[in-house]
């Protein structure tokens, strides 16, 4: 791995004159602005220097006159941004996809909401919006207010150049959603069949797509952290820390220890929770009802401990700008240690159980394999990446709350099939429930919030928190007023789930559940 | 021809039509039930006492709902298949000795085993031809599986249905369960193994439930069925779960012969017939829980590298130990 600086110094050799500024968004954060067209060439260098990195996002920023795209390059411990600007009249950029495949969804989101025409992708289709949305609206515009948002479309139809059955082809056309059993949200899979092989899919998302971002513009700091929350009820604490902490990255506002503790719990609890609500429900995609009915009891512990905590099962809405909202009660902690125990206990059963089942294990052995070079090409995180061993987790190389003071390991497998995305967050139920009692153990005293003003000085930020499904990577640009400029959110869902596409061709219809269960996927994430 | 009144109660109520219609939702009931508990669920609970005319209850239910036939599907085989199918099953139950006596005198001949057998396959290929009338993409690739395992298990249901006989020297199931002094089960065990395991198959259990797959492909053969095609579908489903464990029952536990403590020898059979029957009830719901779902490729592969020549080995196994022990 090459460390941050000697990427920039390679970045200013061979860019020079194309650079327009460098500055720093926030400590350890670059910003390298380079001419409309370098861009490529800087990110191109970027993934030269370091083989392990990746574009995490691309957000773009109206700016008035021209937008700013920003690509968010994640590398080391660190993130580097590259900017290019174009004209709001003529919005033409050249595609990257080419040098970096993962890059695909990226481009085709801001190509909706900003309407950047990416020159040289290869399905430049709408990702997002409605088929039947007007043209040449984009939503991400500052001059497209939510009044003027058109609230009734068009008839929804479906697309015409759907078929069912080709006869020349002998494909079937299987379409998995936007209703699907196997599917808990909505989003299409379009499935050409060949038999019983998949041999081409196709994504189309944006079913649930609540305009987030810029209902952020339009509400406070304040506010917005109760919408982030719901963008997913599985992470919302996720979530909450990852807009927080950026909010608090552009107001020099420290935590303070207890805050940054009490975080943690309840940012290991949530990934508890998801984890084991993914694995269960992975038992009932391969036909293990059983195992989704014992997983999901088991969870039920984790869910009082919520309570106990925050006073909510699901939506914690525990923290805020500034530590948390409320205390951890002296006498609930040997009752929430206790429950950890006995989870404990479960878990080694589970272990045991996936290790040894065997038709678990012709269900999800070789199932959907994605390689290390794959994973890294389309750059997915988290559980995915790990399983198809990246060695990447933004609580070590990035460390928020207090995971720079608590011992945890981070969990790879290297077989990069189904089983090894399960194993990989069975393993980590195991560290965060270590890392809850280690916290516990070590809880500081004092206050729990400081208290900060509402309006936020002129400024942006990044925040990377690691989500149960992955990196979770949030942008705050602040006007100096009580709401924001600009808030993106790239969740970690939308940074996975171009690899379904990868690993269902060419793998059978009834793998499709397994495979697809084992990325995780969160849809109301992805559309946002 | 007068009307027999007894020949009228025996095909209709008692141990005909409506005794087995009742006894299925039981069985439902019983499987449910078991499922509920290994799972750490309650399962039904709130209609009859402990649930027990949930089944029931969902029968009625489903037969209120509206009917809806697709367009592309206003064809006869929709229509007629799941109530000829039902009809099927049920009709296979008349040469099963349930009191320990025929259902109506002479339903019962030599070589019925095959018959009923037949009958079985047959029902089933009619549940093949619902799912592909149904001219959906699910119900297809449902129709397609159900045909494709069909294929798989029936040749080693045969074989293995084959030794029972053997052993009784009778193709009659009366006959062969009459016989069992000792249950075939305990003196051929890998047999009823065996059998067990492709009455899973049969029966669209996990590990082989994969014609309804619902993650996968829906419903499967049923998707497109609404209202009291679908009631009628799925009482076919449920006839059959009873009437593959029955046949397990004759062949391999001794049938509805039991012994005989004081009274009726009919009420004393019945009972005997109900128990054993709910034995392999439990066995099969406990095979369910404990699996996850095959894939077609890998169902065809336990099929038909692993469960045909296990049938086979096993049909030599008990000709050969046979002949040692009683020579011809």
Sequence with gaps: ?528 | MSLDLNFVFRVLVFPGFAFILLFTMFCDWVERKIEARMQNRMGPIYTGPVGVLQPLADFIKLLTKEDIVPFNAKNFVFRFAPIVSFSIFVFSFAFLPIDGASVVSGSNFEGDLILVLTLVSIANFLLFLSGWSSTNPYSAIGATRVLTQLLGYDIPLFILALAPAFLAGSLNIAAIANKQYVPFAFLIPWTFALFIINLQAELEKDPFDVPHAETEIVAGYETEYTGRRLAFLKLAKDVQMVLGAAIAVELFLGGPYGPIFYGLSAVWYTLWFVLKLLIVVVVTEYLTCIFARLRIDQVLVVNWKLLLPLALLSLAVTVGVGLWLNPL
């Design chain 1, 1 to 528: 791995m090459a460390s941050a600086d000697k990427i920039l110094k390679a970045l200013s050799d061979s860019l020079g004159k194309r650079i327009i500024q460098t500055r720093t968004l926030q400590p350890g954060k670059s910003y390298i602005q380079v001419q409309t067209g370098a861009h490529k060439d800087a990110v191109r260098i970027v993934l030269q220097e370091d083989n392990e990195a990746g574009v995490s996002a691309i957000t773009g920023v109206d700016l008035g006159e021209t937008i700013e795209l920003m690509y968010h390059i994640r590398t080391c411990d660190t993130i580097i941004t590259i900017g290019a600007e174009v004209p709001k009249k003529d919005a033409k950029i050249e595609s990257i996809t080419d040098i970096f495949p993962g890059a695909n969804f990226h481009e085709r989101e801001v190509s909706d909401l900003f309407g950047v025409t990416f020159e040289g992708h290869p399905n430049p289709k709408r990702l997002i919006l409605p088929e039947d949305w007007p043209e040449n609206v984009f939503p991400l515009r500052k001059e497209v207010s939510v009044a003027n948002i058109p609230s009734k479309i068009g008839n929804f139809g479906v697309s015409k150049d759907e078929k069912h059955v080709s006869s020349e082809e002998r494909l079937v056309n299987i379409v998995l959603g936007p209703q699907h059993p196997a599917l808990i949200e909505p989003e299409k899979f379009s499935l050409r069949v060949d038999g019983e092989i998949v041999r081409e899919v196709e994504p189309r998302i944006g079913y649930v797509h609540r305009g987030i971002e810029k209902a952020a513009e339009s509400r406070t700091y304040l506010q917005d952290i109760y919408l982030v929350e719901r963008i997913c009820g599985i992470c919302n604490a996720c979530h909450a820390a990852c807009f927080c902490q950026t909010v608090e990255a552009i107001m020099g506002v420290s935590v303070p220890p207890r805050a940054r503790y009490l975080r943690t719990i309840i940012l290991e609890l949530n990934r508890i929770h998801s984890h084991m609500l993914l694995l269960g429900h992975a038992g009932l995609e391969i036909g293990y009802e059983t195992l989704f009915h014992y997983m999901w009891r088991d969870r039920e512990l984790i869910m009082d401990i919520m309570e106990a905590l925050t006073g909510n099962r699901v939506i914690a809405s525990f923290i805020t700008i500034g530590g948390v909202r409320r205390d951890l009660k002296e006498e609930d902690v040997p009752k929430i240690k206790a429950e950890l125990t006995k989870l404990k206990e479960r878990l080694s059963f589970y272990k045991n159980l996936f290790e040894s089942d065997s038709t678990l294990k012709i269900r999800t052995r070789n199932v959907g394999v994605l390689s290390k070079q794959d994973a890294l090409k389309l750059g997915v995180v988290g559980p995915v990446a790990r399983g198809s061993g990246v060695n990447m987790d933004v609580r070590r190389d990035e460390p928020y709350a207090a995971y720079n003071e608590i011992p945890f390991n981070v969990i790879t497998y290297d077989e990069g099939d189904s089983w090894a995305r399960l194993m990989v967050r069975l393993d980590e139920v195991g560290e965060s429930v270590n890392i809850i009692q280690y916290a516990l153990d070590h809880l500081p005293t004092g206050p729990y919030r400081v208290r900060v003003p509402r309006t936020v000085p002129t400024g942006e930020a990044i925040g990377r928190v690691e989500a149960p499904r992955g990196e979770l990577f949030y942008y705050v640009k602040s006007n100096g007023t009580a709401y924001p400029e600009r808030v993106k959110v790239r969740t970690p869902t939308f940074a996975n789930i171009l690899s379904f596409v990868h690993i269902a061709e060419g793998g059978n219809v009834a793998d499709v559940p397994a495979s697809f269960v084992s990325l995780d996927p969160c849809f109301s994430c992805t559309d946002r």
